[in-house]
């Protein structure tokens, strides 16, 4: 059974930095999408950044690019959101996903799904 647990979620200051790591387990993870998406409340689940597990590709939303970074540790099988400078509309729940996708920001692509870990962003 495919785990995907998130940490690393917190307070922090506008301008600040944090780092959100997933833990994954329950399969082998090559050949698929590894993704990261936030929802605010009232606001639709939106894509922030993915890494495909062989080869390490990575897309990032426009709204991110330049300040978060995503990363993948295959010998740790955890995949990394380092985000800096981050901003108060930054603040929302953070998940993780894996999927066997083409389309890796649209989140219907993705089985798996992390519990979500808050992040929240004070101005």
Same mark, same amino acid.
């Given at each position: ?7 690393? @979620?917190?307070?922090? *200051? $506008?301008? /600040?930095?944090? +780092?959100?790591?997933? =833990? !994954? ?9 590894? @993704?990261?998406?936030? *929802? $605010?409340? /009232?606001?639709? +689940?939106?894509?922030? =950044? !993915? ?23 295959? =010998? ?48």
């Amino acid at each position: 059974q495919v785990q995907l647990v998130e940490s690393g @979620g917190g307070l922090v *200051q $506008a301008g /600040g930095s944090l +780092r959100l790591s997933c =833990a !994954a387990s329950g399969r082998t993870f090559s050949g698929y999408v590894m @993704g990261w998406f936030r *929802q $605010a409340p /009232g606001k639709e +689940r939106e894509f922030v =950044a !993915a890494i495909r597990w062989s080869g390490g590709f990575t897309y990032y939303a426009d709204s991110v690019k330049g300040r978060f970074t995503i990363s993948r540790d295959s =010998a740790k099988n955890t995949v990394d959101l380092q985000m800096n400078s981050l901003k108060p509309e930054d603040t929302a729940v953070y998940y993780c996903a894996a999927g066997l996708t083409y389309s890796p920001t649209d989140h219907r692509r993705y089985n798996d799904w992390g519990q979500g870990t808050q992040v929240t962003v004070s101005s």
